[in-house]
């Protein structure tokens, strides 16, 4: 297995990674990781933040006060900042390392410290904070990366995870220092136990509850039963367990079986506006007949897309415009249909003098 290894200004010792785990490469790179050590061992001794760095003396040799600091200065701490963090810190909790960075005379060490007891970054790591509630159990870059490696692997068997990993769920993980593959093994021992079983789980909920449950979905109650009591009461549906990209594919499946397309972008934004399969699968068996009435009255022929929206998501713009090609034929139809009635002598209708 080929290996790669991501160093950074403050962490010289570096991460090794799989080369082919692209999404962990995606994560440092974007967290200011670099493969170069020169480079890192380098910017450890300018950069702010870094291992090496000493910040500025005056000619007493004294640290600079950092009142004196102008807004260019801060500016270039704060940058050093966003580098030193990446994507792991948001812009307010970069404001406050800056800010106590500042204050206790460019000391690292404090500043990461104030920032970890605000209830932001208790929000955002939750369960990173060692029982001193000073100490952490990860950096904050190793703490977003294991949290995207948990991602994957449920996203791996189409669950969404943002269902499964809810905010006390990802503590207990980090408490308990579950490794992504740890946490992978569970799920697919959890997943390997319920496939034996699906059918006679499925005729469960629909004997019982008169619900006709996905494989994912129950998967996915098996992980978290909360989740299956969701689905029972209504306040979890099918959409929200499965993961964007299944949601997406189902959504352009149905498209085709309907003999139209569409494209992976109008999918996308179709499920992130609540389209189901279900209405997806209705609103495509439409598409044909209205883009053709609105040809023959000689209208812009709407979108598959704006269609959808109209007749299942109601967007009033788009619905608009697809009940009046509906209503037009529907009046045409009318017409014609009295006009024949009238030829046959049966009903006089519309053509009554």
């Given amino acids: 297995m080929a290996t790669v290894t991501y160093y950074r200004s403050d962490y010289l010792k570096g991460y090794t990674v799989d080369e082919n785990d692209t999404a962990s490469i995606d994560n440092f790179k974007s967290s200011g990781y670099t493969t170069n050590y020169e480079q890192a061992l380098r910017e450890s001794k300018t950069t702010v933040g870094g291992i090496n760095y000493t910040a500025p003396t005056n ?11 102008t807004p260019q200065a801060k500016k270039r701490i704060k940058d050093s900042a966003k580098l030193k963090f990446g994507n792991s810190l948001p812009e307010e909790l970069i404001e406050e390392y800056t800010n106590a960075y500042i204050e206790f005379g460019n000391d690292a060490d404090s500043a990461i410290a104030t920032v970890r007891q605000t209830d932001l970054y208790k929000t955002l790591f939750p369960g990173n904070l060692n029982a001193d509630g000073a100490t952490v159990k990860f950096s904050e870059s190793e703490y977003t990366s294991i949290q995207n490696s948990y991602k994957r692997r449920l996203e791996n068997i189409n ?8 905010e006390e769920r990802r503590a207990q993980l980090i408490e308990n220092v579950v490794s992504p593959d740890e946490f992978g093994q569970r799920i697919n021992t959890v997943r390997t136990n319920v496939l034996n079983a699906i059918p006679q789980v499925k005729e469960f909920y629909l004997r019982n509850f008169n619900r006709v449950l996905t494989d994912e979905e ?9 989740i299956g009591k969701g689905l029972v009461s209504g306040t979890l549906t099918s959409s929200e367990i499965l993961n964007q990209q299944i949601r997406t594919a189902r959504i352009g499946a149905e ?16 499920s992130n506006l609540g389209l ?7 609103g495509f068996a439409q598409v044909r007949t209205i883009q053709q009435q609105a040809l023959a009255q000689g209208r812009d022929v709407p979108s598959v897309q704006d269609i959808l929206e109209g007749t299942e998501l109601g967007q009033q713009e788009e619905l608009s415009t697809v009940m009046n090609i509906m209503n037009q034929q529907q009046t045409q139809s009318s017409v014609s249909l009295g006009a024949v009635q009238g030829q046959t002598g049966a009903v006089t209708g519309l053509l009554e003098g």
Avoid at 59 to 68: H, R, Y
């Fill in 59 to 69: 000619e007493n040799n004294s640290t600079v006060d950092s009142t004196t600091l």
């Fill in 159 to 166: 669950i969404n995870p943002d269902v499964i990993l809810t």
């Fill in 218 to 226: 129950i998967i996915a109650s098996a992980i978290d039963p909360e």
């Fill in 255 to 270: 498209a085709l079986l309907a003999g139209t397309d569409i494209s992976i972008e109008a999918a996308e934004e179709l």
């Fill in 276 to 282: 189901s399969v279900e209405k997806a699968r209705r």
